[in-house]
């Protein structure tokens, strides 16, 4: 048999065994409670009754699961952990969903869609600020797979390191008593450099997740390629953000006709 295809068997038996642990090791719970009443006896007949009868196809395809940080674009003491279930649509394309954990009660906190170095090239110089690299968080050990063999995991990481990410956040669960979607949604970048993320939050997540602090070691063979030109743009002082603005009068006509 191939090479490659003798190490894709080899991952996909260990995923195999350790999936019903994968599911169950190192919860987080969320750090928000958003107000409401509890669900009524019949909101959970009818939840019941469409988890066995409707399709979840799209849903389905969130197989990926990586977990890590990010930080408010213009404001880097707004730090928070980011719960990332992926679908990697091809080899130059994944996207994600983005909870504040990962328990039943988590709450959608964004979304973040991931390109190859290849196709970062081709976006525009403005598209490209809205983009943050991946090549720190992977080697630093920022960025995990929780809860699968480490032989799994690096592969999987390895795949990420020379990859771009554009993320929107909606909830913003960093800040303290933030327990509905308010605001508009917010741009968020990863980190690059030792010394910008707050060293409790990553005590914590590897706490919960019994992470080794071997985790930044073991990663040494993974190659970090250049980060290309334009992306981590608020390392230059280029910071942007979503804001409102009054459309003119023949603009809000011609939208309402």
Not at 45 to 52: C, R
Not at 134 to 152: D, F, T
Request: with cysteine.
């Amino acid at each position: 048999m191939p090479r490659i295809p003798s190490i894709i068997l080899v991952v996909v038996i260990i995923l195999l065994v350790h999936l019903p642990a994968a599911w169950a090791d190192g919860n987080t719970a969320p750090n928000v409670t958003p107000p409401g009443g509890e669900k009524s006896t019949q909101t959970k007949i009818l939840e019941t009754g469409a988890k066995v009868l409707q399709s979840k196809t799209p849903l389905n395809a969130l197989n990926v699961y990586v977990d890590g940080f990010h930080f408010h674009n213009g404001d880097m003491n707004r730090q928070v952990e980011a719960h990332h279930y992926c679908n990697l649509a091809n080899e130059d394309l994944i996207q994600c969903v983005i909870y504040n954990g990962n328990g039943e009660n988590a709450r959608l906190m964004g979304i973040e869609y991931i390109v190859s170095e290849k196709i970062f090239q081709t976006l525009p110089q403005d598209e490209k600020k809205l983009w943050h690299s991946h090549a720190y968080e992977v080697k630093s050990g920022q960025l995990i797979a929780p809860s699968i063999p480490e032989i799994a995991e690096h592969a999987l990481i390895e795949k990420l390191a020379s990859t771009y990410g554009k993320t929107w956040h909606t909830w913003q669960a960093e800040q303290p008593n933030m327990t509905l979607p308010l605001g508009l949604p917010e741009l968020m970048m990863g980190f690059t450099a030792d010394g910008q993320i707050n060293p409790a939050l990553v005590s914590d997540r590897d706490q919960r997740f019994n992470i080794s602090k071997s985790k930044k070691h073991n990663r040494a063979d993974i190659s970090i390629p250049r980060v290309q030109p334009g992306a981590d743009a608020w390392q230059t002082g280029q910071t942007v953000q979503l804001q409102l603005v009054p459309l003119s009068g023949v603009d809000n006509q011609a939208s309402s006709s």
